[in-house]
């Protein structure tokens, strides 16, 4: 029953998202923008250690696109509790958690294309993979992997703000310091000290920097003595281990808090 619950729920997202496709163009136009931006018109201006502006650019491109991939779990959340659709269900013999995996569900695929035009995306601007098929293929389930857990993290952020509106200001103010304030668009050596140090353990520079390695993106560049950089695979591994351990059981309880209301 809980598996046919939450494969029910997955299904009416993904109808949801079929019937209003402008929320898979809007997701993936940004990234792209971004990649345009970023390899034609400053990557000329932006000189990387040891390889080619575009080979760094497009792990960071990925990353940014799943960990902004993710607040969808967060607005939807947030627009069924206004739209009273968390009390219909409520009404249903149905596990409640099975609101919350098909949620996150539904985002694991809209990532998984969007990752999929980000690939499509680089491969026209110069980028390529460099390593073999069996390890790109673990450069995109880590990345995917990551925003799977992520979206916990997001849609229990969606179940305690007021209004849908909230949680767009909300997440950018987390995801834009954790994004930019990274290895994604320039290497942290570059970075003034206090940021260097923030940049080095920030877990979205340990993703960027196991998806360079798994898709052959790293060149020359000397990897910073840190141990989540030294170690980038499993500590991506361990932090959305923990991201599910921790974000999961939190969730299941505020759904069950605020459906009793």
Known sequence: MWFSDGW????????????????????????????????????????????????????????????????????????????????????????????????????????????????????????????????SLAGVGLLLLFSYAFSWVMALLGMSVKTPEVINNASFMILFPLTFISNAFVQSSNLPTPLRIFAEWNPVSALVHAARELFGNLGSAPVPDVWPLQHAVETVLIGAALMLVVFVPLCIRKFASISSR
């Open 8 to 135: 029910m729920i997955t299904k009416r997202n993904l109808l949801k998202m079929k019937r209003s496709p402008d929320m898979l163009l809007f997701a993936v136009l940004q990234p792209i923008m971004f990649v345009l931006l970023f390899s034609q018109v400053y990557g000329g201006s932006i000189a990387v250690e040891g390889t080619d502006y575009t080979q760094f650019l497009m792990a960071g491109i990925f990353a940014q696109t799943v960990v902004f991939g993710s607040t969808f779990s967060g607005a939807a959340m947030a627009q069924d509790l206004k739209d009273g659709i968390i009390d219909r269900f409520r009404t249903l013999p149905m596990s409640g958690s099975a609101v919350l995996i098909g949620r996150t569900n539904a985002d694991l695929v809209l990532n998984a294309i969007s990752v999929l035009i980000m690939m499509g995306t680089g491969l026209l601007v110069g980028w390529r993979v460099n390593t073999s098929l069996s390890s």
